[in-house]
């Protein structure tokens, strides 16, 4: 047989077998975008920019919540109350709740969106923002305007971002982590959640009043009017439809005899 007809021995151990050389080769390696939710390979541009708007909108709108002096929302609450106990703005404290209970998830087996991650942090950025441009004001036909703007906006800016598809905020990815993991209805998780959350907020002084209840009493409905309008649907999926009403048994007539 001619010498060129032969296969080359290989010089190395590691050219025969390059998986010793490098543990991992052969391996698909993970990147920080792997640990992430996939993102919708349709209207990307419409998804982030729409994700983008609902963020600022919800800063933006709490702190005309927060300026209106008439009642947060149960997570504020719990963060205005915090805020007034240590040397950090409103902002920050929202951004540091919302990286710790983004580390809940773990246990959960929960992944974030990229929508996650940028909740966690422009939300609080653009709080602060807009309370530095917003002065406190006594004037209740200011605050009145402030906290029916803060509510239906929020509403707004949260169809905005839960409809762009890219993840949920830290505290619903934690309320529906609890329910998957089997431990209760998303009702009575919810509602333990908030009003665990709302007490311990009071009880550090966080504002509570009218507008807590308007906005637990509003928030829901406007969402679900708001949500269908601006929900970005992944390509195949179809739109939810209602199940028909159940048929009503008939009654039978009993014949009465004469």
């Known amino acids: 047989m001619d010498q060129t007809s032969q296969p080359a021995a290989p010089s ?9 050389a490098d543990p991992v080769a052969g391996r698909g390696r993970r990147t920080p975008l792997s640990l992430l939710q996939p993102i919708p ?19 933006s709108t709490m702190a005309l919540m927060v300026r209106s002096v008439l ?9 205005f109350g915090i805020a007034l106990h240590v040397p950090l703005s409103l902002g920050t404290v929202i951004v540091i709740a919302s990286v710790l209970v983004l580390l809940l998830w773990i246990p959960l087996r929960q992944r974030p969106g990229i ?8 939300i609080g950025v653009t709080t602060d923002a807009v309370l ?10 200011l605050r009145i305007p402030y906290l029916v703007i803060g509510i239906v906006g929020n509403a707004l800016a949260g169809a905005l971002y839960i409809g762009a598809g890219l993840g949920p905020g830290p505290r619903d990815g934690l309320m529906t982590g609890i329910v998957a993991r089997g431990i209760g209805s998303i009702r009575l998780v919810r509602t333990s959640i908030e009003v665990t959350v709302l007490v311990i907020g009071w009880v550090l002084g966080g504002t509570v009043g ?13 969402l679900h009017v708001l949500l269908p309008v601006f929900r970005l649907r992944a390509p195949g999926e179809a739109p939810a439809v ?6 009503r048994p008939r009654r039978r007539r009993r014949n009465r005899s004469s």
């Not at 190395?12 to 010793?20: C, F």
């Not at 390979?41 to 800063?59: E, T």
């Not at 209602?242 to 048929?247: C, D, L, M, S, V």
């Open 71 to 79: 009642g947060l929302d149960p997570w504020d609450v719990f963060h």
């Open 210 to 222: 009218l507008g807590t209840v308007l906005y637990a009493v509003g928030i829901g409905p406007l």
């Open 41 to 59: 390979a349709d209207r990307r541009p419409r998804r982030f920019a729409q994700l983008i708007v609902g963020l600022v909108l919800y800063g």
């Open 12 to 20: 190395s151990p590691t050219q025969a077998h390059p998986s010793a």
């Open 115 to 122: 929508g996650t991650i940028a909740n966690a942090l422009i």
């Open 242 to 247: 209602p199940a028909p009403p159940a048929p």
């Open 132 to 141: 530095s441009l917003v002065p406190p004001t006594s004037s209740l036909w």
